[in-house]
């Protein structure tokens, strides 16, 4: 297991992150998505923690706060010592008793959500507290102030956002500089080889601002498993067919499954961890966040930090993975590209 700096923060998290959305169950997408309660996320938190995973990542919606109770008790029936993990959780959503003000992020929700949570979670304070997604109802500096009183308080240790648009995070890092308010020291979002989208505006922005990228649903809702290619269909009831999410241009999805099975037949690995493994390989990722139902599914994903793709291997998923060509990217590197050459 690799660790790779946070942000600016001088912390260090693994490369890979376990994802509790599949603890607790209940109604709806949440038991569609996992059921596991104490004693199997007791088991599995403690495989990842012994495979070398020092960052946890959960949610105050999933499964209505069930995930957040069944986390913190993993870490007390496991006796972790509090330094050597970084729990990351998140606030926008609906928790709990519902209401007019139980969801956004207005200064009300946040301070009853960090409240809740670290109930939840049964710990003193929270490494890394997210946004949710964007609120268009609440100004991004009355966030930006509530988020920073939490880091102040003791609460919070870092913030990060999850689900914005670049020129969001842009105008919020602007805000809490021109502030001296605590940053976004991470941006969490969708990223797989059949999804690449945000290479076009996030990516950049990452790197110039020193952001970190914790990346979510990286096997694209298990789409890029290898379970799954033209001539087998997800089955009726499973997870993919009962809730097709995220979203997938499917075509190109198995068009990236063919190549990586041939990769994967090659080094006699999973397609699932080539999947893993490309995301590893791009510069921009901090840490990829593995969700699972079972620990032979962990561990497979572990796995994939072995997993090393050389230049041809890496060539070729980029071409069968390639976005194609929009403006103004195609204007930016037609103009620029006097400019790299002198740079080089």
């Given amino acids: 297991m690799r660790y790779k700096k946070f942000g600016r923060t001088g912390l260090f998290v693994s490369e890979l992150c376990l994802g509790t959305m599949t603890f607790g169950g209940g109604e709806g997408i949440w038991g569609q998505i996992g059921d596991l309660q104490q004693a199997q996320a007791d088991q599995l938190i403690g495989h990842a923690l012994d495979a070398g995973i020092n960052f946890i990542d959960t949610a105050d919606v999933y499964s209505d706060g069930r995930s957040e109770i069944i986390t913190g008790q993993a870490l007390r029936n496991l006796g972790v010592a509090r330094e050597n993990v970084v729990v990351a959780t998140k606030v926008f959503g609906e928790t709990g008793a519902k209401g007019v003000n139980s969801r956004g992020l207005s200064r009300y929700h946040i301070m009853e959500g960090v409240k809740a949570s670290l109930a939840r979670l049964q710990l003193d304070h929270i490494d890394l507290y997210q946004i949710h997604g964007f609120d268009p109802a609440t100004p991004i500096e009355a966030a930006l102030l509530a988020?920073?009183?939490?880091?102040?308080?003791?609460?919070?240790r870092y913030i990060g956002v999850s689900n914005w648009a670049a020129w969001q995070i842009m105008k919020a890092l602007g805000i809490s500089e021109r502030l001296g308010l605590a940053r976004f020291e991470s941006l969490q979002a969708y990223y797989t080889i059949a999804g690449r989208d945000l290479e076009r505006e996030l990516i950049p922005l990452l790197q110039s601002e020193d952001v970190g990228l914790l990346v979510w649903s990286p096997l694209a809702g298990g789409l890029l498993s290898g379970k799954y290619g033209r001539n087998v269909q997800p089955e009726e009831g499973s997870r993919r067919s009962?809730?097709?999410?995220?979203?997938?241009?499917?075509?190109?999805?198995?068009?990236?499954?063919?190549?990586?099975?041939?990769?994967?037949q090659a080094k006699s690995v999973s397609v699932a961890q080539i999947a893993l493994a490309w995301l590893l390989h791009q510069k921009t990722v901090t840490s990829v966040i593995v969700g699972a139902k079972r620990v032979e599914q962990l561990q497979d994903n572990i796995g994939a930090t072995q997993v090393r793709l050389n230049d041809e291997e890496l060539a070729?998923?980029?071409?069968?993975?390639?976005?194609?060509?929009?403006?103004?990217?195609?204007?930016?590197?037609?103009?620029?590209a006097p400019r790299r050459e002198q740079m080089a």
């Fill in 316 to 336: 070729t998923l980029a071409k069968v993975s390639a976005l194609p060509s929009e403006y103004p990217g195609w204007m930016l590197e037609r103009q620029g």
């Fill in 242 to 264: 009962k809730f097709d999410f995220p979203p997938v241009n499917v075509e190109r999805a198995y068009d990236c499954v063919d190549a990586m099975r041939d990769i994967a």
């Fill in 147 to 156: 988020l920073d009183s939490l880091v102040q308080q003791g609460h919070v």
